[in-house]
T-cell receptor
């Protein structure tokens, strides 16, 4: 069975600084997708960034980028120039066979 | 594109009662998913539909749970004889041809 592990229950960062959230996963599949989702307090889950496992190039979306290490089964999220609106729970997720497997989440706090 | 909607947003019920939740996906999406999220945890997959066919059910989906998607449009999730352990946020998501799931706001169930 696939598992996703986020080892940082909580992280905090100063506004405008950079923070990296860690994620590791375990799978025997060769073809899959990886995602980072953001869930603000009392608000719905929003997709932040996605990575196809067959692509070696790391995905980037504006201030958000990933470090995808397929052999190490690692998929970290870097947020640059952190903003107050980035405060949320962040979930790493693996997708194969049409279903998402989520990690436990990392609560990110932005200090003004 | 109005996004994924769920109704009701909150439901409080007494143990032993039946409850039904509704999800309306993004109109052109053929896949629909149900997840359950307990406090402080990542969502867990329950089941998914491609059009009107229910293609996979998690072991989490006990016999008290049933989901339908008549005509491949909206979906309902029914829980019979609710138990306190059923208290959670029930999330619906939909996707089209690309592996990107869009989530609704969720239905928060409290079983007293």
């Amino acid at each position: 069975a696939q598992t996703v592990t986020q080892s940082q229950p909580e992280m905090s960062v100063q506004e405008a600084e950079t923070v990296t959230l860690s994620c590791t996963y375990d799978t025997s599949e060769s073809d899959y997708y990886l995602f980072w989702y953001k869930q603000p307090p009392s608000r719905q889950m929003i997709l932040v960034i996605r990575q196809e496992a067959y692509k070696q190039q790391n995905a980037t979306e504006n201030r958000f980028s990933v470090n995808f290490q397929k052999a190490a089964k690692s998929f970290s999220l870097k947020i640059s120039d952190s903003q107050l609106g980035d405060a949320a729970m962040y979930f790493c997720a693996w997708e194969g066979a049409q279903k998402l497997v989520f990690g436990q989440g990392t609560r990110l706090t932005i200090n003004p | 594109d109005t996004g994924v909607s769920q109704d009701p947003r909150h439901k409080i019920t007494k143990r032993g009662q039946n409850v039904t939740f509704r999800c309306d996906p993004i109109s052109e999406h053929n896949r629909l998913y149900w997840y359950r999220q307990t406090l402080g945890q990542g969502p867990e997959f329950l089941t998914y539909f491609q059009n009107e066919a229910q293609l996979e059910k998690s072991r989490l989906l006990s016999d008290r749970f049933s989901a339908e998607r008549p005509k491949g449009s909206f979906s309902t999730l029914e829980i019979q004889r609710t138990e306190q352990g059923d208290s959670a946020m029930y999330l619906c998501a939909s996707s089209g041809w690309y592996n990107e799931q869009f989530f609704g706001p969720g239905t928060r169930l409290t079983v007293l």
